[in-house]
């Protein structure tokens, strides 16, 4: 049996295929019982600290709103309003946390406060958002996937623009899920090797493919889902001008499209730049599942929340 109570939720690494397939079918089966107007509350009574270093719309908006569909109650803690604010130590954040909270999510910049609160904390933590990786939306976007194309075995998803959080989670993820990824990202913003490498161990084990190239048109080329995400992540903003120019023809568009499959969807965790990495055409057209995905992030994190706390 799957042994998830009191697991942490930090990346996707951490979970065999087994668990990553469990958790898409709970958070298909929550949502359905949501849009049945069942009430479903496993976590009566507990509490979620929500530790938030950068801005968010969808996952602060959609933690909250899950934890209360499951019966508990969520804080938002703002880290400039606790005291991590002001240099305690997460180490201290954690037990201290430990003692009234039934759960933690974080997001923050450095991935290390991630792991590091979760060797503070005695309950479980939740990765929200690093600069290494966001497996919560990774898990929404491949529910959403699955609902749309009703499989997810040997699909082809093609990754274009930076190699970022989101490339780092959607390659663990396909590789897992036995898919094939393709990312391509100008030079001197590859995703992670070390990721990359680590992915396609996991890809030779459940029959996925891991490939990096530089051409958008390769990447693209087949492809069953094209993915791209903003040119500058949260905490890279002075860079923007110079990203701007490097990812000049990693857009996003009607042309690059054309490579892919007939029926391909469209994906962005959001939030977009219009006419930067994505053409208003293309994320406002009839393949695109945005906020598809935006919704998936309740279901998915009400699924992880409940397997684990
Ligand atoms: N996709 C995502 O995590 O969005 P927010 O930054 O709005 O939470
Ligand atoms: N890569 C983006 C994702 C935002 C949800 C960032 O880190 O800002």
Same mark, same amino acid.
């Given at each position: 049996?799957?042994?998830?109570?009191?697991?942490?939720?930090?990346?996707?690494?951490?979970?065999?295929?087994?668990?990553?397939?469990?958790?898409?079918?709970?958070?298909?089966?929550?949502?359905?019982?949501?849009?049945?107007?069942?009430? +479903?509350? &496993?976590?009566?009574?507990?509490? /979620?600290?929500?530790?938030?270093?950068?801005?968010?719309?969808?996952?602060?908006?959609? @933690?909250?709103?899950?934890?209360?569909?499951?019966?508990?109650?969520?804080?938002?803690?703002?880290?400039?309003?606790?005291?991590?604010?002001?240099?305690?130590?997460?180490?201290?954040?954690?037990?201290?946390?430990?003692?009234?909270?039934?759960?933690?999510?974080?997001?923050?910049?450095?991935?290390?406060? *991630?792991?590091? /609160?979760?060797?503070?904390?005695?309950?479980? *933590?939740?990765?929200?958002?690093?600069?290494?990786?966001? &497996? #919560?939306?990774?898990?929404?976007?491949?529910?959403?996937?699955?609902?749309?194309?009703?499989?997810?075995?040997?699909?082809?998803?093609? +990754?274009?623009?930076?190699?970022?959080?989101?490339?780092?989670?959607? %390659?663990?993820?396909?590789?897992?899920?036995?898919?094939?990824? !393709?990312?391509?990202?100008?030079?001197? +913003?590859?995703?992670? !090797?070390?990721?990359?490498?680590?992915?396609?161990?996991?890809?030779?084990?459940?029959?996925?493919?891991?490939?990096? *190239?530089?051409? &958008?048109?390769?990447?693209?080329?087949? !492809?069953?889902?094209?993915?791209?995400?903003?040119?500058?992540?949260?905490?890279?903003?002075?860079?923007?001008?110079?990203?701007?120019?490097?990812?000049?023809?990693?857009? *996003?568009?009607?042309?690059?499209?054309?490579?892919?499959?007939?029926?391909?969807? @469209? %994906?962005? #965790?959001? &939030?977009?730049?219009?006419?930067?990495?994505?053409?208003?055409?293309?994320?406002?057209?009839?393949?695109?599942?945005?906020?598809?995905? !935006?919704?998936?992030?309740?279901?998915?994190?009400?699924?992880?929340?409940?397997?684990?706390?």
């Amino acid at each position: 049996a799957l042994q998830l109570k009191g697991r942490d939720f930090l990346g996707l690494s951490d979970y065999s295929p087994e668990e990553i397939r469990y958790l898409l079918d709970l958070a298909i089966e929550l949502k359905r019982k949501r849009k049945a107007g069942e009430v +479903y509350q &496993p976590l009566l009574g507990k509490t /979620l600290g929500m530790i938030f270093e950068k801005s968010s719309t969808r996952t602060r908006v959609s @933690f909250e709103v899950g934890m209360f569909q499951l019966g508990g109650h969520a804080l938002f803690l703002s880290k400039n309003d606790i005291q991590m604010g002001r240099g305690e130590t997460i180490s201290d954040t954690a037990q201290t946390m430990s003692r009234y909270l039934d759960g933690i999510i974080i997001r923050t910049f450095g991935h290390r406060n *991630v792991v590091d /609160l979760a060797r503070g904390a005695t309950i479980p *933590v939740i990765n929200a958002l690093s600069d290494q990786s966001h &497996p #919560c939306q990774a898990l929404a976007d491949y529910q959403t996937v699955l609902e749309m194309k009703g499989r997810l075995e040997g699909l082809k998803i093609a +990754y274009i623009g930076d190699g970022n959080n989101m490339t780092h989670s959607l %390659m663990m993820g396909a590789a897992k899920l036995g898919m094939h990824f !393709a990312s391509a990202s100008p030079e001197g +913003y590859d995703p992670s !090797a070390e990721v990359v490498k680590q992915s396609r161990e996991v890809a030779a084990q459940t029959g996925g493919r891991v490939d990096v *190239v530089r051409d &958008p048109r390769e990447a693209v080329e087949g !492809a069953d889902i094209v993915y791209t995400d903003v040119w500058a992540s949260m905490g890279f903003e002075e860079e923007q001008k110079e990203r701007e120019k490097a990812f000049k023809s990693y857009q *996003v568009n009607e042309q690059l499209v054309a490579k892919a499959k007939s029926d391909y969807l @469209f %994906m962005h #965790c959001l &939030p977009a730049h219009r006419g930067e990495e994505v053409s208003e055409g293309v994320i406002d057209g009839k393949h695109s599942v945005i906020f598809d995905e !935006a919704e998936n992030r309740l279901h998915a994190q009400k699924a992880i929340m409940a397997a684990i706390m």
